[in-house]
């Protein structure tokens, strides 16, 4: 009778463990999980904003400048009266446009750093995915050696091949769970590089107009003509494509990041 | 000379208190911005301002044409 308690106080004891250790293992790795997917939300959030209201607040100076200059235009009698406005005008929409494309150079250094940090991410994905893999495998072990007859206790033997198999169900369930979150951030990672690279054009967009612009300012100081000192803004008239896309690929960013969001690390019999 | 008096003293403690209100928020406003402005946003800020550079084309033409 003694012998009988024992062994059911000991087999309870061994579930017990297994469970508080795949429990303690679970808690971490759901962790790990939560703070991975922080990250990624923040790194895009931020992707999405660096250096954004600055620039921003240049094109509505810029934006305001030109609604200023066409009224004066729709105004005046003679256009070319107006020369000095237009110097001054053109000379503070070069200035904005300069302002604006030195982000560039800030906006690529943090697009570099984002990508490795990202790419670091995936690797932590990985590696808890090969954790998992192991801890199968040890499960698998034990299952098979309960199974083989190598434990001969009977009641010892069938708590093992429960308790392996219910494990073995929860460990791989996780992995499917981290697999796709892998692929979602490789997903996320192309989608999100693709998407910098618009930023980055229109940047480069600006720092070309801020070029033109400069050029039609000191051609404008040379008090001449204001048709002359426009003419050839028209040159750049023709970014709506790229614009558009830049629209569109930060909404399959924002998509992908919802995804995400919605990931929840479900632990089955933990 | 003349010691501060209680009532400047109120004076310049109220006038430091509402210089240090009027900054904090001012950062406090900008940082909401700075939180809410997205390249989507500059983007259409460009596209505004490329209309608004076509428009002024169109007027001056308009005006050329009338000279």
Known sequence: MWARTWRSLISAVFLGLLTIGQQASADELTNQFESIKEFLVDTVADSQRVGAATTYALLRDNLAAFRALKARVDQATRIDDMIDELSSELDIIASNFEQAARLRVDYAAHTTQSEAQLAGKRRQTRDAILALDRKVAISQLELQQAQNGTITDPERRKIIISANTSVINSLQTQIAIWSQFEKTQHRLASTLQLSTRKVDLLLFVLEKNAQVYREAANTAQLRQSVRLALNNLQALGAIEGTLADLAASWQEVDQIIGEIGRTELGYVGS | ?67
């Not at chain 2, 500059?42 to 002024?56: F, P, S």
């Not at chain 2, 084309?57 to 005006?63: E, I, R, T």
Request: aromatic letters at 8%; one cysteine or more.
């Open chain 2, 1 to 67: 000379m003349s010691a501060v008096s209680p009532l400047h003293k109120g004076v310049f403690f109220l006038l430091a208190l509402g210089i240090v209100l009027c900054l904090a928020g001012h950062r406090y406003r900008t940082q909401q911005v700075e939180s809410q402005i997205t390249w989507q946003d500059v983007n259409i800020a460009l596209q505004n301002v490329e209309t608004a550079k076509l428009e002024l084309f169109q007027s001056l033409n308009a005006k050329a044409a009338v000279n």
